[in-house]
Nanobody, 126 residues
Framework: VQLQASGGGLVQAGGSLRLSCAAS???????????MGWFRQAPGKEREFVAT????????SHADSVKGRFTISRDNAKNTVILQMNNLKPDDTAVYYC?????????????????WGQGTLVTVSS
């Protein structure tokens, strides 16, 4: 399973970005069986949970720090997971990683994720 994250960049505070994560490899025909998540790592900090979504996309959860501003979604026909980020703040600056788990419901803990993308950098200027 390979995950390719894209969509990062430089944006001013209050702006928006849309991150995409495309899955390929053995997951192509079974993507809907995987829970998916987004995590981020800010400079000098540990990687932290951002959002997770279950296999068919009807259940999701977001970290308190992004709730109401970020939305995770998925398109199983395209083997893609999206993180829509609105009202961005400088504290959102980080490398964002998508991850896949064989746990259908997804989850909050990094140790439960089996596959990771390479990360995409989001920089929010004040």
């Amino acid at each position: 399973v390979q995950l390719q994250a894209s969509g990062g960049g430089l944006v001013q505070a209050g702006g928006s970005l849309r991150l995409s994560c495309a899955a390929s490899g053995r997951t192509s025909s079974t993507f809907s069986r995987y829970g998916m998540g987004w995590f981020r790592q800010a400079p000098g900090k540990e990687r932290e949970f951002v959002a997770t979504i279950n296999g068919n996309g009807d259940s999701s959860s977001h970290a308190d720090s992004v709730k109401g501003r970020f939305t995770i979604s998925r398109d199983n026909a395209k083997n893609t997971v999206i993180l829509q980020m609105n009202n961005l703040k400088p504290d959102d600056t980080a490398v964002y990683y998508c991850a896949a788990t064989t746990y259908y419901g997804g989850g909050y803990y990094q140790r439960n994720y089996h596959y990771w993308g390479q990360g995409t950098l989001v920089t929010v200027s004040s």
